[in-house]
């Protein structure tokens, strides 16, 4: 690692343009932490996520580290990543040569505070990675809303030099307040309907904590009711109940995770997914499971869930 540290120093000072009258730049992450820069960075790795916030915006990372091959990403569906290196693509995974060829002047993750922990993996941003001898890590904390934290992403494009004026995100922005209104026009004429957002798993049905997932809690507020569980959002984001008990938690819609295509089929093919009265009458949506990080793809999630919602019975479980 120091002859890696060592070659990358020496690139970096053969590459360096001259910027005698460059101006600091500055940023106080989710963590807390303040990251000062001699100047604006403009060579950035970023998470999926963060990369998936902030193309939109008109900031291009150099490189980005997923969880899985981007044609395989939720959060990179329909982005443009033409010319962008791919230094990772499985969980806590990063090609570090590949990374440091590209001399990134900062890493863009995002916080997790529940879990004290960086996007990406703890071998990639956590304290000692080899990324963090490339650039400093840093990005906004999860919040309790995708909005929220949109727009913590503007903000900090913003210092990147984006220009937030330009129409193709004013566009985005107006077909998201759109979709917002008319999911929560249909959630609010159904004021007894609730919903329980799941991941099929093979050890059993995992049923989340709408407190620890943005989107959940944005659906929450524009009128969308969930289902009492046992889980205490404190201890964690999932409460895992046996298949063999899977009628537990009888909602009348069901959110399945959509991370990974194969989900749905996968919890249709355990023999006791229908003891669910809401899997037996097709009540069925996507969850868009912590990837939404763009107003344009956040409509498009939003506009599904709305027809999910219009058709569903209120009164399935009554």
């Known amino acids: 690692m120091h002859q890696l540290r060592k070659a990358v120093l020496i690139a970096t000072i053969v590459a360096a343009p001259v910027t005698a009258q460059a101006e600091p730049w500055s940023y106080?992450?989710?963590?807390?932490?303040?990251?000062?820069?001699?100047?604006?960075?403009?060579?950035?790795?970023?998470?999926?996520d963060a990369a998936a916030a902030l193309i939109p915006l008109g900031i291009r990372p150099?490189?980005?580290?997923?969880?899985?091959?981007?044609?395989?990403?939720k959060a990179l569906q329909g982005l443009d990543l033409s010319g962008i290196e791919m230094v990772g693509v499985a969980h806590n995974e990063i090609d570090i040569?590949?990374?440091?060829?590209?001399?990134?002047?900062?890493?863009?993750?995002?916080?997790?505070?529940?879990?004290?922990?960086?996007?990406?993996g703890v071998a990639v941003t956590g304290p000692g990675s080899p990324l963090?001898?490339?650039?400093?890590?840093?990005?906004?904390?999860?919040?309790?809303?995708?909005?929220?934290?949109?727009?913590?992403?503007?903000?900090?494009?913003?210092?990147?030099?984006?220009?937030?004026?330009?129409?193709?995100?004013?566009?985005?922005?107006?077909?998201?307040?759109?979709?917002?209104?008319a999911f929560s026009a249909a959630a609010k004429a159904k004021p007894n309907m609730t919903a329980l957002a799941i991941w099929a798993g093979d050890d059993g049905l995992w049923v989340a904590?709408?407190?620890?997932?943005?989107?959940?809690?944005?659906?929450?507020?524009?009128?969308?009711?969930?289902?009492?569980?046992?889980?205490?959002p404190d201890s964690g984001y999932w409460e895992t109940v046996?298949?063999?008990?899977?009628?537990?938690?009888?909602?009348?819609i069901i959110l399945i995770d959509n991370r990974v295509a194969t989900n749905r089929a996968d919890a249709e093919a355990k023999p006791t997914w229908t003891a669910i009265k809401a899997a037996e009458a097709g009540a069925i949506g996507e969850w868009p499971a912590y990837w939404l990080r763009n107003y344009d793809a956040y409509a498009g999630e939003l506009e599904k869930l709305t027809?999910?919602?219009e058709a569903a019975d209120e009164n399935l479980t009554d």
């Open 28 to 48: 106080v992450d989710g963590a807390g932490e303040t990251i000062t820069l001699e100047a604006v960075p403009t060579r950035i790795i970023a998470t999926e």
């Open 62 to 73: 150099v490189g980005i580290i997923a969880n899985s091959l981007p044609e395989d990403s």
């Open 97 to 120: 040569e590949k990374a440091a060829v590209l001399q990134p002047d900062l890493v863009i993750a995002e916080y997790w505070p529940l879990d004290h922990e960086w996007g990406g």
């Open 132 to 181: 963090r001898d490339l650039a400093p890590v840093t990005g906004p904390a999860q919040l309790d809303s995708v909005v929220g934290l949109i727009e913590e992403y503007e903000a900090l494009a913003e210092s990147l030099g984006a220009d937030l004026s330009a129409p193709e995100i004013a566009e985005a922005k107006t077909r998201f307040e759109q979709a917002r209104d």
């Open 209 to 232: 904590a709408p407190e620890g997932a943005a989107e959940l809690m944005d659906l929450k507020n524009w009128g969308l009711g969930f289902l009492k569980t046992d889980l205490n």
């Open 242 to 252: 046996s298949w063999e008990n899977s009628d537990k938690y009888q909602p009348d």
């Open 307 to 309: 027809a999910v919602v």
